[in-house]
């Protein structure tokens, strides 16, 4: 059975580059029947899309949250069987748990493609403080 | 972005309630809605996709339903373990939203 689970340090300086990796054990991370997103909550507030890379719907492309576009970047390594978060020039509004997941394409009763979440990690909290 | 609202903020609720939550979306979504629970300390856990189908493993009792615009989240009869709280998310356009989430409190 696929696990995620997030590693990375919990204190990161203003400025500086918050670096996170969602290992993930019980299966490849080169299945073509899964692709891998990040999704952030800070604390009070509600959950924000990072980003997701390699679904077959947008031919194997990276999406970003516009949002957070200009200062992410989301790269997988097959040889570690992990993916991996980067998020340049943080600052405290950056503060949150940050949660990988896996996610799955399907095609609706029309014969649309669309996607979900069909697992995430627990979680890790990143702190930007100096 | 696609904005949701979820309704109510909190509930308070007892073992063997019905228990109705509302997500609605500020443009249609035709049928791209998820439903997730989430536990303090834990993972986000799928429900259901496609606003109505039930995710493998998912106690009946769960039920998703609507489209456009307005969707619900059905429990049937609450249980012990359902305690948590509830998001919906957009899956219909970049970049994906999430609801405010609905907390289900023991009355």
């Known amino acids: 059975q696929l696990q995620l689970q997030e590693s990375g340090p919990g204190l990161v300086k203003p400025s500086e580059t918050l670096s996170l990796t969602c290992t993930v054990s019980?299966?490849?991370?080169?299945?073509?029947?899964?692709?891998w997103g990040w999704i952030r909550q800070a604390p009070g507030k509600g959950l924000e899309w990072i980003g997701n890379?390699?679904?077959?719907?947008?031919?194997?492309?990276?999406y970003y949250n516009p949002s957070l576009k200009s200062r992410v970047t989301i790269s997988v390594d097959t040889s570690k069987n992990h993916f991996s978060l980067e998020l340049r020039s943080v600052t405290a509004a950056d503060t949150a748990v940050y949660h990988c997941?896996?996610?799955?394409?399907?095609?609706?009763?029309?014969?649309?493609?669309?996607?979900?979440?069909?697992?995430w990690g627990r979680g890790t909290l990143v702190t930007v403080s100096s | 972005d696609i904005q949701l609202t979820q309704s109510p903020s909190f509930l308070s609720a007892s073992v063997g309630d019905r228990v109705t939550i509302t997500c609605r979306a500020s443009q249609g979504i035709s049928s791209y809605l998820a439903w997730y629970q989430q536990k303090p300390g834990k993972a986000p856990k799928l429900l259901i996709y496609a606003a109505s189908t039930l995710q493998s493993g998912v106690p009946p009792r769960f039920s998703g339903s609507g489209s456009g615009t307005d969707f619900t989240l059905t429990i049937s009869s609450l249980q012990p373990e359902d305690f948590a709280t509830y998001y919906c998310q957009q899956l219909n356009s970049y970049p994906p939203t999430f609801g405010p989430g609905t907390k289900v409190d023991i009355k």
């Open positions: 997941a896996s996610a799955v394409d399907y095609y609706d009763s029309s014969g649309y493609p669309n996607w979900y979440f069909d697992l």
């Open positions: 890379s390699g679904s077959r719907y947008y031919s194997g492309s990276t």
């Open positions: 019980g299966g490849s991370i080169t299945s073509s029947s899964f692709y």
